[in-house]
Nanobody
Framework: QVQLVESGGGLVQAGGSLRLSCAASGIIFSISAMGWYRQAPGKQRELVADITSGGSTNYADSVKGRFTISRDNTKNTVYLQMNGLKPEDTAVYYC???????????????WGQGTQVTVSS
């Protein structure tokens, strides 16, 4: 069993910053990609940013230059530093990780429970 626990969401004014964290725990042999997705009311879940185990990153165009994704492989943790927040960044943010629980397993996607980010204008 693998759990992803997110923290760091909240309410912030436009132009402010927040840092999200997501820690994976449980039976883990390795983690390949980790990422952050978000879902605003009435919209589909979308990729915000992801990062490979080697540190290669990918960002949605809407957050490039404002958000930074990073990870600590020793702690099985991924972070999302969000600067210059805008009201349109308001959403529930979900952590995702592709986990191999044991060496003979293929990668299995796991999701966190979500954390609310609200940006006021």
């Amino acid at each position: 069993q693998v759990q992803l626990v997110e923290s760091g969401g909240g309410l912030v004014q436009a132009g402010g910053s927040l840092r999200l964290s997501c820690a994976a725990s449980g039976i883990i042999f390795s983690i390949s990609a980790m990422g952050w997705y978000r879902q605003a009311p009435g919209k589909q879940r979308e990729l915000v940013a992801d990062i490979t185990s080697g540190g290669s990153t990918n960002y949605a165009d809407s957050v490039k230059g404002r958000f930074t994704i990073s990870r600590d492989n020793t702690k099985n943790t991924v972070y999302l530093q969000m600067n210059g927040l805008k009201p349109e960044d308001t959403a529930v943010y979900y952590c995702n990780a592709d986990v191999r629980p044991r060496s003979y397993n293929g990668a299995i996607p796991y999701w966190g429970q979500g954390t609310q980010v609200t940006v006021s204008s």
